[in-house]
């Protein structure tokens, strides 16, 4: 009997993406926009395994924006090696894409994905249809790099330090730490795997939760400091303006994870981060702390994610943005969207 993070039944799945692999001579990977923990886990972590297994293949680590990776996320094997999507040269013989289950997520990368010979989609989003040659899509998966994990374990040697240190670092994010709801059996099987494997944990929680620069403190007490509670108390939110930013000397990423900081009061099911973007767009961020299930907010703002984690981006200022935001949580939780 396997452990709970194998899964023989994708055998015939795995195995086609094999094939695929073993013909490609150019493989292009890349994940969503704003990329997460998970997202650039996923990648890089793939990436090193093939090559491991095929030194000769040309690997190349896309990202779908113009940006680079996320400080906190640099410290994680060959992360500068990563190109946004928009650079890339040629046509890939195989597009691997990670932690995302819409082509449209691509971003910059999505015109390298349609130049691509062949498609490989892994990933743990719900999805309203599949796309890709071979799509393994588990939304019962607490990470895309559960998948992954579950992938590799096959190949003989397929899990070295490097890829167990870029996978336990996805699945620590997008389990919260292994606080949300779902962190299961098999992600935490998986996770003890990868340390075995020599990845260590301590090491993810230095770089992603304890290296905060002054100016993420200073916007994070900021955003608490505006904390409002909407829909009979069950909806925490707060904001940041651009000029919020350059008041604390603050960048847009370091407000990604400030949705976490919201979702701690106690007594709410939904948390909501609103942030201003650079091009007059609004970024939003959604957290549940119950069986509230937030992705269809998200999916209804042309965003997307899980039951309890979502985001979307929007048009309008970000008092529209609130508004909007809370009238449909307010139908969500079945509660009209006052104040509480």
């Given at each position: 009997m396997g452990r709970a993070w194998e899964h023989p039944e994708l055998e015939r799945e795995f195995g086609r993406i094999d094939e695929l692999l073993e013909e490609a001579a150019h493989v292009a990977l890349c994940?969503?926009?704003?990329?997460?923990?998970?997202?650039?886990?996923?990648v890089l972590g793939l990436a090193a395994a093939v090559r491991d297994r095929w030194p000769d293949k040309r690997v190349s680590c896309l990202l779908a924006d113009d940006d680079a990776v996320p400080a906190s996320f640099s410290y994680l094997p060959d992360a500068g090696?990563?190109?946004?999507?928009?650079?890339?040269?040629?046509?890939?013989?195989?597009?691997?894409?990670?932690?995302?289950?819409?082509?449209?997520r691509l971003g910059v990368a999505e015109p390298a994905m349609r130049r691509s010979r062949a498609v490989v989609v892994l990933d743990h989003h719900p999805s309203e249809g599949p796309f890709g040659d071979v799509s393994v899509v588990r939304p019962d998966a607490a990470a895309a790099c559960v998948v992954v994990a579950s992938y590799l374990v096959?190949?003989?040697?397929?899990?070295?330090?490097?890829?167990a240190r870029c996978l336990l670092c996805g699945i620590v994010c997008?389990?919260?730490?292994?606080?949300?709801?779902?962190?299961?059996?098999?992600?935490?099987?998986?996770?003890?795997?990868?340390?075995?494997?020599?990845a260590d944990p301590a090491e993810v929680s230095l770089h992603v939760f304890q290296s905060d620069s002054v100016a993420c403190l200073r916007l994070e007490g900021l955003a608490l400091g505006r904390l409002e509670l909407s829909c009979g108390g069950l909806v925490a939110s707060s904001r940041v303006s651009l000029a919020d930013l350059e008041a604390c000397?603050?960048?847009?990423?370091?407000?990604?994870?400030?949705?976490?900081?919201?979702?701690?009061?106690?007594?709410?099911?939904?948390?909501?981060?609103?942030?201003e973007l650079p091009d007059g767009r609004v970024r939003g961020n959604l957290r549940a702390k119950g069986e509230a299930d937030v992705s269809r907010v998200a999916r209804?703002?042309?965003?997307?994610?899980?039951?309890?984690a979502a985001g979307f981006t929007c048009e309008g200022t970000l008092d529209e943005a609130h508004a909007r935001v809370t009238a449909l949580l307010a139908d969500l939780l079945g509660r009209d969207g006052s104040d509480a």
């Open positions: 994940a969503h926009t704003s990329p997460d923990g998970d997202a650039l886990g996923s090696s990563c190109v946004p999507g928009s650079s890339l040269e040629g046509d890939p013989d195989l597009f691997v894409c990670l932690d995302l289950s819409r082509p449209d096959r190949w003989e040697g397929g899990i070295t330090r490097d890829v997008d389990t919260g730490r292994f606080q949300f709801q779902n962190t299961d059996a098999e992600a935490l099987e998986a996770a003890a795997a990868l340390v075995a494997a020599g000397g603050a960048t847009s990423e370091d407000a990604g994870g400030l949705v976490d900081a919201v979702r701690r009061a106690a007594g709410v099911e939904v948390a909501l981060m609103l942030r209804a703002l042309g965003g997307g994610g899980h039951r309890a």
